[in-house]
């Protein structure tokens, strides 16, 4: 198992503007290359609809660059993806086939799998990168979690946030 301090993890909202998503792209790949240079190898995602796959996709971006890097997707539940719309089952389908681990922590759902996945996460990881604009939710249940935990927090949220991360990779050539 991986030192805590290699790995990182993934929460986010479902729901992302669309708007956004150009700029969370980019700050998605800027963060993850600030997160190599720390040390950060291994990366846990929970594959949920939104935030996570996107972070998914940016996770594997970065490892054509970096072989070194592992990407584990944690599945709360084997019927994660049910009622999911088809494009999104294959997108998930897809991230889970190229992900270098998965670990399906329940084969049904049950009241709670969500946290246990999220605490997994959390648990075995020094850095959690996030989406976090809503104060109510899993998202909000995990940045607290990993608040109290001592974990580092990026909200990739925060544009003064990523944008003072662009300035300073500026700064360092």
Not at 7 to 35: I, K, M, S, V
Not at 113 to 135: E, K
Request: hydrophobic residues 35%; neutral net charge.
């Amino acid at each position: 198992m991986p030192q805590r301090e290699q790995c990182a993890c993934f929460t986010g909202h479902r729901e992302l503007d669309a708007a956004e998503l150009p700029g969370l792209r980019q700050a998605l790949a800027l963060t993850l290359e600030a997160a190599w240079d720390q040390g950060y190898r291994h990366f846990y995602n929970g594959g949920a609809l939104g935030f996570d796959l996107l972070a998914a996709e940016a996770v594997l971006a970065c490892k054509c660059r970096h072989e070194e890097i592992v990407l584990e997707m944690v599945i709360p539940h084997g019927h994660q993806t049910s009622g999911w719309p088809e494009t999104e089952r294959c997108r998930h389908e897809r991230l889970c086939y190229a992900a270098d681990e998965r670990k399906i922590l329940s084969p049904l759902y049950y009241r709670g799998c969500y946290h246990v996945r999220n605490r997994y996460m959390v648990d075995r990881s020094g850095l959690c990168l996030c989406y976090f604009t809503h104060v109510q939710g899993g998202t909000a249940y995990t940045v607290a979690y990993a608040a109290r935990e001592g974990v580092r927090l990026v909200n990739l949220a925060m544009e003064s946030s990523w944008r003072a991360f662009v300035e300073q990779k500026k700064k360092d050539g």
